[in-house]
């Protein structure tokens, strides 16, 4: 997830036009993902990234970044946090809409034999929710240069410690850092 450096998801009115992305930091992104085959998006974000990637490989004018992100969107399995989606029968898909910590639980059980790693992609409210139930194992953080002063903060209704161990830091040239952590 990318975030400011005083720890803002985005701006104030959802604003992300601070955040820096380039094809250093989407090839670092390539490889990482390429080692996962499950998406995790709260439904706002779901609904923008159905909106573009399941085509975006296609154009012709798409860069080497929309082909390979496409095609791993397009085989991915998507999860889904959302009471609003409840009960849609969308393909490659599974929506929760209730029970979040049990369904988690059950979809990292059945990984074992089946998803490989479950990446959470933006979508504040849904991490906010798993953070508040203890289902995150890791953050992957996108630190750009920059302070925002406020917004929406990463975390957001945090209520007891939760150690980390730093597993890897990668510095770009545009001053973004890459922070990734497991939990304790």
């Keep these: 997830m990318h975030m400011s450096l005083d720890g803002f998801v985005a701006g104030p009115n959802g604003e992300m036009d ?11 992104v390539g490889k990482r993902i390429s080692e996962s085959d499950t998406a995790l998006y709260g439904r706002v974000t779901y609904q923008m990234m159905e909106n573009y990637w399941p085509t975006a490989g296609d154009q012709p004018n798409a860069s080497k970044h929309d082909r390979e992100h496409a095609q791993w969107y397009n085989q991915a399995h998507k999860i889904v946090v959302s009471k609003s989606l409840k009960g849609a029968a969308l393909p490659n898909t599974t929506i ?13 059980q059945s990984s074992q034999g089946g998803y490989k790693e479950i990446l959470l992609f933006g979508s504040p409210s849904a991490t906010h929710s798993l953070m508040q139930q203890d289902l995150l ?19 957001d209704g945090v209520k007891d410690k939760t150690k980390l161990n730093l597993v890897s830091t990668q510095q770009f040239t545009s001053g973004v850092v890459a922070l990734s952590y497991v939990v304790r």
């Design 18 to 28: 601070w955040i820096t992305v380039d094809q250093e930091i989407f090839d670092h």
């Design 137 to 155: 194992d890791g953050y992957w953080l996108f630190v750009n240069p920059i302070i925002l002063g406020q917004g929406i903060p990463l975390f």
């Design 96 to 108: 929760i809409s209730d029970n979040l910590a049990d369904r988690i639980q059950e979809i990292k």
